[in-house]
């Protein structure tokens, strides 16, 4: 089991709830179940907020992966 680096805890808060959790695995290298369990661990809900009308979650933002 790999564990957790403090760059990819700071990832997965930051990401949290502005993308669906399928992508923030993607750019962590993770498997899903595993960013909804370090998730639950850190109390982070991972529910996508509504965006306003002029914000667009994914413009400008490719994700990338974190070693």
Not at 17 to 23: D, F, L, S
Not at 43 to 55: G, Q
Request: no cysteine; charged share 35%; glycine share 4%.
């Amino acid at each position: 089991m790999k564990r957790w680096t403090p760059d990819e805890i700071a990832k997965l808060k930051d990401m949290a709830q502005k993308y669906p959790a399928a992508k923030i695995a993607e750019a962590l290298g993770r498997g899903s179940s595993a960013v909804f369990v370090k998730a639950h661990e850190l109390k982070l809900s991972l529910r996508l907020k509504k965006p306003a009308d002029d914000e667009t979650p994914d413009a400008g933002v490719q994700a990338t992966r974190i070693m």
